[in-house]
């Protein structure tokens, strides 16, 4: 089959791989039929994530038709549409008996290296180096689905791909960033980030009764999805100043009840050497720069919440604690626990109380993925999402 492959930084190529097969009697095997790429693989296509084979299959945004299924698979047959969650869990461990999906115990054969080098780990993950499993990727025409009778959800007929795809990650991430603000009726909530994850978080944050939005990014055809899309105010921070301060401002001098950190690794304008140069304890966030973790302290109102699905690596530099514990301040961050969300989010699909294609700027063959990720990482001609047609 073609997959897209990781070589290196900014080195993806379409390669002929063997085609995946059935490993365990939980296995399916699926013929993917749409896919995307996400914010998160840019982390891997500027070479932030250690643990990255030559060769390594990228994508954790698919979806496609069962192929195949292992003995012990029941609950699929071959010819079934399913959306995949990104996040690889088994069903059984403590943290998925507790809905907390994306920490599951046993979907990560890795976890005891990730552990050791660098203290932490989570489940396994498509795509996304060996440090959450070593799984191959879904930018592909075939894809393993490890415990393929808890994550795939059957899409339900008459449902296109596109409106389905994004319950795969960005849809739920988007969700569980607003949710984990406690939202209250009559709170403005502020985003930072109108990618594909910002975009989401808007949406999600009016579902949950928010009053305002305010966003804040630095392209305008983003922050113009925002603002038509999403009804959000917006902030343009290159035009328009001090973001913390504005905030202030457009807040009565208080503040935004919960602040949402869309961006993550690398905030622009900030150098990163994340996780990578961490191995070598020397990583340290420059701090003569607007670095979006400081501003969300600094312009959450008392008593507010932080909420983090940008993804962070690594150790973060001063960050101002002392002003986080004086406001009595919440955070939440994390993973998406995307199998907690499948069904409540196709629901909200299928009563039209949101229409996910709304974020689809291009759609591209598998052949011509390596310049959708540059174009992508550039926010180049206008793209905010890449779908992918295998
Ligand atoms: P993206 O790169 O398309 O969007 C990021 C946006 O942030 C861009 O529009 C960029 O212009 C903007 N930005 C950069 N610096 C900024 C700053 N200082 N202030 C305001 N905006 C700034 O990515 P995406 O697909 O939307 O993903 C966003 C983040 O969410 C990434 O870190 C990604 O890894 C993460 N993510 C997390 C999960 C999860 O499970 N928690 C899942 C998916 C994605
Ligand atoms: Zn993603």
Avoid at 163 to 172: G, K, N
Avoid at 228 to 240: C, D, L, Q, S, T
Avoid at 271 to 286: E, M
Wanted: with cysteine; charged share 20%; proline share 5%.
């Amino acid at each position: 089959m073609k997959a897209l492959c990781w070589f290196g930084a900014h080195d993806v190529r379409v390669e002929n791989v063997p085609d995946p097969e059935i490993l365990n009697p939980r296995d399916a095997i699926v013929k993917i039929t749409t896919s995307a790429i996400c914010g998160s693989d840019l982390h891997l296509y500027d070479g932030y994530i250690p643990t990255m084979k030559k060769g390594d299959i990228l994508g954790h945004e698919f979806m496609g038709e069962v192929v195949e299924v292992g003995k012990d698979v029941s609950n699929l047959k071959k010819g079934d549409r399913v959306v995949v969650p990104f996040t690889i869990a088994c069903g059984n461990c403590m943290f998925c008996k507790r809905d907390m999906w994306s920490l599951c115990d046993n979907s990560n054969p890795n976890a005891w290296l990730a552990e050791s080098l660098y203290g932490y780990s989570g489940s396994g993950l498509y795509g996304y180096s060996h440090l959450y499993g070593g799984y191959a990727g879904g930018q592909a025409q075939y894809v393993r689905v490890p415990y393929a009778d808890i994550g795939p959800l059957k899409v339900p007929e008459g449902m296109s791909d596109e409106q389905v795809l994004f319950l795969s990650d960005i849809f739920p991430t988007g969700y569980m960033a607003a949710e984990n603000c406690g939202i209250q009726p009559g709170d403005t909530v502020a985003v930072w980030g109108c990618g594909p994850v910002g975009q989401f978080a808007i949406k999600s944050a009016y579902m949950l009764g928010a009053e305002r939005v305010i966003a804040i990014d630095r392209i305008s055809e983003r922050l113009r999805m925002a603002q038509e899309h999403g009804r959000a105010e917006i902030i343009n921070y290159e035009k328009e100043g001090d973001v913390v301060e504005m905030l202030k401002q457009m807040t009565g001098g208080v503040g935004p009840d919960a602040c949402i950190d869309a961006v993550g690794l690398e905030a622009h304008g900030t150098s990163v050497g994340a996780i990578t140069d961490t191995i070598k304890q020397k990583t340290r966030l420059s701090t003569d720069r607007p670095h979006v973790l400081r501003q969300v302290i600094q312009a959450c109102r008392k008593g507010g919440a932080v909420s983090l699905p940008g993804v962070y690596g690594g150790f973060v530099d001063k960050m101002p604690m002392g002003a986080a514990f004086a406001k009595a301040l919440t955070f939440k961050m994390g993973q998406t626990h995307v199998h907690r969300y499948l069904h409540p989010l196709l629901k909200r699909i299928q009563e039209a109380e949101i229409d996910p294609t709304f974020v689809i700027t291009h759609k591209v063959s598998l052949d011509q993925v390596p310049q959708a990720y540059d174009m992508f990482k550039h926010k180049q001609d206008s793209c905010i999402k890449v779908v992918i047609k295998p």
